[in-house]
C-alpha cells in the first residue's frame, strides 16, 4: 500500500514540537500517532507522561502493542537505537525501504531506510498480524 499525496500533504504540514502530540505540532511519536489513527485506524497511547529523558521507559510499555518483524512492511514502526541501546527517533514504514518520521531540523521528511546507518529495529502492531 502508498499513500496518495494528497494524504501524504496533511503529514508534511507537521511542524515538529519537543512534546508535541496534538496536530499539526507534533514530534516523532506524535506523527506516528497521528498516522496510525488516520491510515490504520488504530488508536495508539500518546505518552504524554515520557519526553526525551524518559524515552526509553515508555518504549518499554508501547512494545507490549508490537511485535518485532524481520521484513518491513506499509504501518510497521522503525525504532533507532543508540549503539548502548537507547531508543532515540522513531519512524512509520511506508514501504519495505522508507519510512515517514519527524524531527526538529526537518519537521516531516521521508527518508530510504539505507540511508540510516544506526542500529534499528522493526515493529507491527499486534492488531496488524495476520
Not at 503529514?11 to 500517532?33: E, T
Request: glycine share 6%; aromatic share 16%; charged share 20%.
Amino acid at each position: 500500500m502508498t499513500l496518495p499525496e494528497s494524504r501524504l500533504k496533511h503529514y508534511f504540514a507537521v511542524q515538529y514540537a519537543k512534546d508535541g502530540r496534538q496536530y499539526p505540532f507534533l514530534n516523532c511519536w506524535g506523527l506516528i500517532c497521528e498516522f496510525y489513527r488516520r491510515e490504520l485506524d488504530i488508536t495508539l497511547n500518546l505518552f504524554t507522561d515520557y519526553g526525551p529523558k524518559t524515552m526509553t521507559a515508555g518504549y518499554k510499555i508501547a512494545v507490549s502493542d508490537f511485535i518485532p518483524v524481520d521484513s518491513p512492511e506499509f504501518g510497521d514502526v522503525v525504532a533507532f537505537f543508540t549503539q548502548e541501546g537507547i531508543l532515540y527517533h522513531v519512524g512509520v514504514m511506508l514501504s519495505p525501504d522508507r519510512f515517514l518520521h519527524s524531527d526538529y531540523r526537518h519537521n516531516t521528511q521521508i527518508t530510504p531506510l539505507a540511508f540510516m546507518h544506526n542500529h534499528h529495529k522493526i515493529f507491527r502492531h499486534r492488531s496488524r498480524l495476520c
